[in-house]
């Protein structure tokens, strides 16, 4: 991802974020270094819950809203990890909103956003993590007793859930659900573009605050005119999801054929660093998702709180 972007030309810091699921981390250390040595920032995620917990995939999701609490910067662009980049993304740096597009099974996807760092958010969000990890969701109630908004749709303007005001779309309990609560509904300065409708709304306060105009929709190409393609940002990335993720792909030979085309700019992108594994050896690996691709075996009911120790 840092080698297509800086090929395409960027400018901007480049920041992994690291999770451990081990406490001892001095294996990866050699990792690390290579990391840094190709002039990526490391940042260690905290745990949302007590490390003695198996980390798991929910926890992992909604770390997401880490680059709220990057104030160093004034805005910043997450990707998933399975994300690369094919043109230059810094113009999506000078939009004035928070971004999201619209998911395929969500009212918004957390696999590309533009986040407005802010401590407050941060924050308040970081509590209502660590208080749905404690729980058993609720899909009429989601993240604050309140039914999901009629008003919100999936890509290409079906309604987000069946039956309808339920929280029981794709990420609803997560990541994707939590960025809606926050800010489509209740803080807005967000917009959501839906790539295939080509329109992109504008939440100023939040459904919540301003049910009958709170939203506006923007033209696309007014909303997008930072980058001069006035393209939306799916535009500019491939995004490898489930099992199409190029280290769980056979690399060796593969055909030049529209379909496999990503997935050869992403095998010469990883050959010219010149690393000890390569596309030629990546397969044998076995690599896989390293929390799988849904949130399986989260504990029913939530996390139980450790006991803590009396006091004489």
Known sequence: MHRSLEAQGSTADFIAMIGYSENDTTPFIDDMNMLKSHGIIIHELPRLVDPTFPLKFAEMALLKITPYSFTQYEKVQFFDGDVMPTKNMDCFFEMPYNAFTIGAVSPLNSGW??????????????????WRLFREWNEKEGWENEELPPQLTVRGGRPVSKPKNKWNFN??????????????IHHGNVILMDTDLGVVRHYRKGIANDVAHDMVEIPAKQALDVCHSSLMPTRYFAHFTGRSKPWMNDLRNLEPTRRNADLITWAKLLD???????????????LGSPLGFFNVGFPKGGYKKKPQPSQK
């Open 272 to 286: 010219g660093m010149k690393l000890p594994v390569n596309s030629s050896t990546i397969g044998d690996l076995k």
């Open 171 to 184: 990420g609803a309990d997560m990541d994707q659900g939590l960025f809606t609560h926050y800010y489509v």
């Open 113 to 130: 956003f533009l986040a407005i760092p802010n401590e407050k958010a941060f924050l308040e969000m970081r509590e209502k993590a660590i």
